[in-house]
């Protein structure tokens, strides 16, 4: 299990746990990936809103021809701006998913070598414990005999 210099498997571990920084770090650009298209989003129908509004109270207070078309356009092009932008922030939920799912694997394998670490440093301590009592036995047993 163990030897002289310690958890054979530390080299695995290290390795472990180099990928699990990566894993969040990859996890962390994904996250702010989305919350940017998600703020993308949210200032598009925003801004649909605040048109529509305007529209409604230029419509009551009378337009020409000419403003109509031009609100007609801005609503088609924010109305394809907005679900491309829905598009976007669906994808980038799902690859943050996949991100973070990653991150889990790669923690929950990091961890795995950390407990199989700990049994072994515990066993190692056990062993150390019981040759201790026995040479302490054996010292005791000598100084009765002498």
Known sequence: MTHKHGFQLQQVLNYRKEVEKVKKLEFAT???E????TDVLSRHEAEA???RVEYNNKQAAGTTANELQLYA???ARKHMDIQFQRIEVDNLNRKMSEKREDLM?????????ELLKEKQMLAFRREMAERERAFL???ALQKVAR
């Open 30 to 32: 994904a996250r702010h």
């Open 34 to 37: 989305f919350e940017h298209a």
């Open 49 to 51: 809103d605040r048109a």
């Open 73 to 75: 356009d801005f609503f």
């Open 105 to 113: 694997d790669a923690a929950k394998d990091k961890k795995a070598l």
């Open 137 to 139: 036995d054996e010292m």
